[in-house]
């Protein structure tokens, strides 16, 4: 055991960081790239949006998919579409220069990470000892920030001085190729595929449990709830800070530059790689709930409203706002419990619990910013940065209705007396050996 962590999965954290490495090349320059292609700024910015909304259908799906057809299969699908559609895109759509083909190959080509990356969230239920289910998904999402959020930014940057921006983009397609062979050669299946002789109407009902079980239950729809809400601000503050920060619009300071924010943000970014895994650990000794209650909410608060009021009072400390960063990040992955409750709370259909967590995520990706972009013209920043303060205040409320069944704890999120509690994960630790594979 590794934090944990079942070795089985090792090699498929590996392909994860190698994969999402090529995956988050494009984010912060394909909207620039396009623009000086010679299409406009509307249609730039709609390339990520279109991609966004394929890819959350993708990430919705890909739970019940992998429990029908197998991980791995699901996996190698997800790498080796994403890598064809990245040729294409590259080879023939953007040299077209056909903006209708640009989009629809790059917006099928969102399909493709979600299912490599979310198929294996549910090999990591499948494997993972409930007792450290929390510690494995912390190392799940260290590795997705070491390939988008660390080597995605700093490689590209590097390659961009030397070779321009669309060779920088066929750069990305060996790292998404060497991450999805080490899925292919070297993550071994966990589990045999269940659709096998289903039924179209059986494999449509399995599908659409994805959805379904969110009303089912209310306490799946309040993790639904709660899981949308600790990630507003993760995809809200990139909206508006570099123009609160970086210019005059809408009553922002220009206290700094734009590479300035995107020194801060990539400094939490960073930081979140360590924390996600220290989480994962803590959650797991001391109560998934009560750490993303207290610490996630109550973090992410904090940190959101930090960002806004110190250029008002500090102007440009940049001391400060990395104490902000830092918050923030400690706030985010706080939160990392959030794939295990899901679990807990469906633990017959662990695809439709990954299902259920991955739309939440998706209308979190879309929820910030939709905040922003509605409040900013009415409220300004300041407003828009305690609407997503209020809203982590409703979601900390909404944990004390959530209570999964987290072995060693009570429904409560309390921790067992010593001698239950030892009594209660021996038992655990006995159902989860009896049904593993030889």
């Keep these: 055991m590794l934090f944990g962590v079942n070795k089985k999965l090792i090699a498929g954290y590996i392909a994860i960081a190698i994969f999402m490495t090529g995956d988050g090349f494009e984010l912060t320059f394909l909207s620039r790239f396009m623009v000086d292609q010679g299409f406009s700024a509307v249609q730039a910015s709609m390339m990520p949006t279109i991609y966004g909304l394929v890819g959350a259908f993708a990430a919705w799906a890909s739970g019940v998919v992998s429990e029908l057809c197998g991980t791995k299969r699901v996996m190698i699908f997800g790498g080796v579409s994403w890598v064809v559609l990245q040729v294409i895109l590259l080879g023939a759509a953007i040299p077209s220069g056909s903006y209708p083909f640009i989009l629809t190959v790059y917006a099928i080509r969102g399909i493709g990470y979600p299912l490599l990356m979310y198929s294996f969230l549910v090999m990591i239920t499948e494997v993972t000892d409930k007792r450290h ?3 494995a998904v912390g190392l799940f999402w260290a590795a997705f920030e070491i390939g988008i959020g660390v080597l995605g930014t700093y490689v590209p940057s590097a390659v961009i001085r030397a070779f321009g921006e669309y060779t920088t983009l066929w750069v990305a397609v060996p790292f998404a190729v060497i991450g999805t062979l080490v899925v292919v050669f070297c993550l071994k299946p966990t589990s045999d595929a269940k659709g096998a002789g289903m039924t179209g109407r059986e494999v449509g009902r399995e599908l659409a449990r994805g959805v379904t079980v969110i009303f089912q239950d209310h306490q799946v729809f ?8 600790c990630n507003f601000s993760l995809y809200g503050l990139p909206v508006i800070m570099p123009l609160y920060l970086a210019s005059h619009t809408n009553g922002g300071g220009a206290w700094f530059e734009v590479t300035d924010w995107m020194v801060i943000w990539g400094t939490m970014n960073v930081i979140t790689v360590f924390t996600n895994v220290m989480w994962g650990r803590i959650g797991d000794k001391h109560g998934w709930i009560r750490q993303m209650r207290w610490f996630g909410a109550g973090l992410c608060a904090l940190g959101t409203l930090w960002f806004y009021y110190v250029p008002q009072f500090f102007g440009k400390s940049w001391p400060l706002m990395i104490v902000g960063a830092v918050i923030l ?12 409750i899901f679990p807990a709370l469906i633990p017959d259909h662990p695809g439709a619990a990954v299902s259920a967590n991955n739309l939440a995520s998706g209308l979190s990706t879309f929820g910030g910013p939709l905040i922003a ?7 300004g920043f300041g407003g828009v940065c305690w609407a ?3 809203f982590y205040i409703i979601g900390s409320l909404l944990t004390w209705f959530i ?3 987290q072995p060693g704890f009570d429904l409560n999120g309390k921790r067992l007396p010593e001698e239950e509690r030892r009594r209660e994960l021996e ?3 006995a159902a989860f050996t009896a049904v593993q594979p030889a």
Aim: aromatic share 10%; proline share 8%; glycine share 2%.
């Design 329 to 340: 990040a400690f706030g985010f992955t706080a939160f990392v419990p959030m794939a295990a």
């Design 373 to 379: 972009t509605l409040l900013i013209p009415v409220v």
């Design 403 to 405: 209570h999964p069944k």
């Design 222 to 229: 309040l993790a639904v709830c709660a899981r949308a809400i």
């Design 427 to 429: 038992l655990e630790s």
């Design 388 to 390: 997503y303060a209020i």
């Design 133 to 135: 289910l929390a510690s």
